[in-house]
T-cell receptor, first 110, second 111 residues
């Protein structure tokens, strides 16, 4: 069964550093998403991507965040200058109708 | 703003039936989803309702009333492995179909 994959599973970084989280969506899906979940809190929408451009973004997705689809399979989330409060689980999802979530990347900012 | 409410915690006994309620007040509506999330894992899709009524899928059923802004997830013949968080999520009528999640209901199934 096709699935969304994400790398790395866990990323530890120093405050102020840049991180890139990677995702490979399900191949025939057209919509891609990034969500985050701070420990013990609800899942929060960050951004959706369709037809090679951002279709919607939340207030959380400020100028320090960017997304890219550098080739036909990968979908990346870049955080330019990480802050302590960026520590969270980051989920990538893709959809035709229902959204399928990847296993997540746990980002820890020290 | 968007408001999606569901109970924080519920406990039920193995073999029993449990109903998890969700109420929502959102600026648009393009469907309501239920996701299951085991600790430390990703949310997994359970059900989708866009029209009023009941959708049944094995041991899981989900109901929607758009006029009341209300949904529930019904789990029958509970098993220990059903202990997880259950998230109600609304897709809004914007482009992108972003999901707005509730805070999730932590369900504990006891022997």
């Amino acid at each position: 069964e096709p699935e969304v994959t994400q790398t790395p599973s866990h990323q530890v970084t120093q405050m102020g550093q840049e991180v890139i989280l990677r995702c490979v969506p399900i191949s025939n899906h057209l919509y891609f998403y990034w969500y985050r979940q701070i420990l013990g809190q609800k899942v929060e929408f960050l951004v959706s991507f369709y037809n090679n451009e951002i279709s919607e973004k939340s207030e959380i997705f400020d100028d320090q965040f960017s997304v890219e689809r550098p080739d036909g399979s990968n979908f990346t989330l870049k955080i330019r200058s990480t802050k302590l409060e960026d520590s969270a689980m980051y989920f990538c999802a893709s959809s035709q109708l229902e959204q399928f979530f990847g296993p997540g990347t746990r980002l820890t900012v020290l | 703003g968007q408001n999606i409410d569901q109970p924080t915690e519920m406990t039920a006994t193995e073999g029993a039936i449990v109903q998890i309620n969700c109420t929502y007040q959102t600026s648009g509506f393009n469907g309501l989803f239920w996701y299951q999330q085991h600790a430390g894992e990703a949310p997994t899709f359970l059900s989708y309702n866009v029209l009023d009524g009941l959708e049944e899928k094995g041991r899981f059923s989900s109901f929607l009333s758009r006029s009341k802004g209300y949904s529930y997830l019904l789990l029958k013949e509970l098993q220990m492995k059903d202990s997880a968080s259950y998230h109600c999520a609304v897709s809004l009528s914007n482009s992108g179909y972003a999901l707005n999640f509730g805070k999730g209901t932590s369900l504990l199934v006891t022997p």
